[in-house]
């Protein structure tokens, strides 16, 4: 028992300590390459769940997200970033409850990518991206 609460005293000042010294790093980051990492996780987590139920949806959302991934990286690449080098997601998941944490992911990204500007040289790209994300947002909703 006593290791167990050194170990977790440990994990919570090292989870401290690195994201205080993140702070400044993720600044750096445009939001789209935050959107982008909140989207590959939220895939992960609907490509993880195995049930039956809901499947078509989560399918159908995966081909979403992927499709607001695509667009995002165009956006990258106009703007000389690696859309490979992306920041960790924001916020953490629970494996438990798959879509529940897809669906918060898909939130933070919308919030992201809304807050960009789409540029002419863009070409429509933010617009296209949350049009895809709030179709993966609403199949997995619906889904519930």
Known sequence: MR??????????????????????????????????????????YLEQDTRSHGAGARHHAIEQIDKAIDEMKKAAIDDGKNPWHTPPPQSG??????VHTAIRLLNEAHGDVARGQDSPENRGLQIRSLKHIDEARKALEEAL
């Open 3 to 44: 290791k167990l609460s050194s170990l977790t005293a440990a994990a919570f000042g090292l989870l401290a300590f690195v994201m205080l010294s993140q702070a400044p790093a993720q600044a750096q980051f445009p939001a789209y390459l935050h959107a982008i990492s909140d989207l590959r996780t939220a895939r992960a």
């Open 93 to 98: 998941g629970d494996p438990a409850m798959p």
